[in-house]
């Protein structure tokens, strides 16, 4: 059963700051509290008390709390009233729809002088023929029963006619307890019939009875298995049905035997959910032939190039950029690569053997790619490396038979053969001759000149 416990309690007193031992006023409804306690200890100082909608079947540990001015136990299982002697300050008492057949269980209030207001609407001892008299007469305090207000004349009426309500009281009262112990007898027997009954359809499910049924489980597992759900599920639907459309009396048992029904199928359907997501089958990486499958769970971006120059494979995976490297487990076969990341596994068969033990794996820090760079099984040297080295020693001006390498000194022009103006030379004559504009036009001129063979330099023209 539940009961109310420290942390239920602390998570209500909220706007106590979750303080308890100071604490005024305090709801606890709708809870499914089944037993009341600890209360009376941990919180003395309490006025006021919210329980209504819960399972609770007895009015017990609140006969401490000396400052409790209003209790409401309404939608409650209690048959009783009693246990509240203790409650000094309490004005008002909320019963409404309980299980109250014991009517004379009132006098108990009498202790409670302050007691201005009671809710006895709902409960069975409210259909007693002359029960608000009684209650009148028996509570003097009283000054509203059940959202009416008790005039001085209807109080001096019912204490007039006390005694003979009083007799009636009690045998309708005797009638009432002697129905409600065949009740309880009913609802043992009906615990007893599910539970036989449950026991029974474990059993079966288990099957113990059947040997039939386990080797064609053995057999047929995954179409069995679909079958069983469906017939659960048809009988789980039928069992409901009869169980919702079942005549019941309403009492304390009924209630409670629904609501842990209801709980029972809740927890149920959440296990099966649990099992669902447990029962997953792992991924199939490698078939029961040895083929090796290509997979992507992580959904991944990549690519897959073939560097011929460097005779070797290189894949591009594109991790998540913010994933941690730890959480990636790279491993290279020689006809496939095998990438975890996070556990959910990327593989991708080769279209050539390679060597794992001298692949690498790189992590850009930029973009968080997973570069792994994977060396060719088979060492093959190409005519485009011989290429490489001729252009790097094409200043020798020897003469290359092949067209590409011919066409790479082309390139290289002869400086002798350059048609455009040499840039640094440029440069050179203006620091020779920058010393102005004015010097700039003579120095020019002269240059020209020396430039033509058969000029001679006249000092006097």
């Known amino acids: 059963f539940l009961s109310v416990t420290e942390d239920l309690v602390r998570r209500r007193a909220e706007h106590n700051d979750c303080e308890i031992f100071s604490l005024e006023e305090i709801s606890l409804h709708q809870q499914e509290i089944e037993k009341l306690e600890y209360l009376d200890k941990w919180c003395r100082d309490l006025k006021i ?7 609770i079947p007895k009015i017990e540990n609140v006969g401490k709390l000396k400052k409790l001015e209003y209790l409401n136990v309404a939608l409650n299982n209690i048959e009783r009233i009693e246990n509240l002697e203790g409650c000094e300050e309490l004005k008002k008492l909320d019963l409404t729809a309980n ?20 809710f006895l609407v709902g409960n069975p001892c409210t259909e007693f023929e002359g029960y608000r008299q009684y209650v009148v007469a028996t509570l003097h305090q009283l000054k509203c ?38 009740e ?14 449950k026991e029974k359809q474990m059993k079966s499910k288990l099957g ?4 039939e049924s386990l080797q064609n489980k053995e057999n047929h597992q995954a179409e069995g298995d679909r079958e069983q759900e469906k017939w659960r599920t048809a009988e789980d639907d039928e069992e409901d049905r009869r169980f919702w459309e079942e005549p019941t009396p309403y009492t304390p048992e009924t209630r409670l035997e629904t609501h842990r029904y209801i709980e029972e199928k809740r927890r149920a359907k959440d296990n099966t959910r649990e099992s669902k997501k447990r029962e997953k089958p792992p991924r199939t990486l490698v078939t029961a032939e040895g083929k090796v ?3 992507n769970v992580p959904k991944l971006h990549f690519s897959l190039k073939d ?14 950029r913010h994933l941690d490297t730890s959480l990636l487990d790279v491993d290279v076969q020689p006809t496939y690569i095998r990438v975890l990341v996070k556990g959910k596994p990327f593989q991708l068969v080769l279209p050539e053997e390679v060597k794992p033990d001298i692949s690498s794996a790189k992590r850009s820090q930029t973009t968080g790619h ?65 010393q102005g504009p004015i010097r700039l036009q003579p120095e020019k001129i002269t240059e020209t000149k020396k430039s033509y063979v058969d000029f001679e330099n006249d000092e006097d023209v």
Do not use: W
């Open 49 to 55: 008390l919210y329980l209504q909608n819960n399972l």
């Open 99 to 118: 299980f109250i057949g014991e009517l004379s269980s009132i006098e108990t209030l009498k202790y409670n002088i302050h007691l201005n207001e009671l």
């Open 145 to 182: 029963l059940d959202s009416k207000e008790i005039e001085r004349s209807e109080r001096i009426q019912a204490l007039q006619n006390y005694p003979e309500v009083k007799q009636k009281i009690r045998e309708q009262e005797r009638a009432y307890l002697l129905k409600r112990a065949r």
């Open 184 to 197: 309880k007898e009913e609802a043992q027997r009906r615990l007893q019939e599910r539970k036989d009954k």
């Open 208 to 211: 113990f009875d059947s040997p």
């Open 293 to 295: 499958l290509n997979v």
């Open 307 to 320: 560097d011929e120059e460097n005779n070797q494979i290189i894949l591009d995976l594109a991790v998540y």
């Open 370 to 434: 997973l570069v792994v760079s994977m060396p060719k099984a088979k060492e093959i040297i190409l005519a485009k490396q011989k290429v490489s080295t001729s252009v790097k020693h094409s200043d020798c001006n020897t003469p290359q038979k092949n067209a590409r390498s011919a066409q790479v000194e082309k390139l290289e022009v002869d400086p002798s053969k350059y048609s455009f103006p040499d840039v640094t030379k440029i440069i050179q004559e203006k620091e020779r001759i920058g």
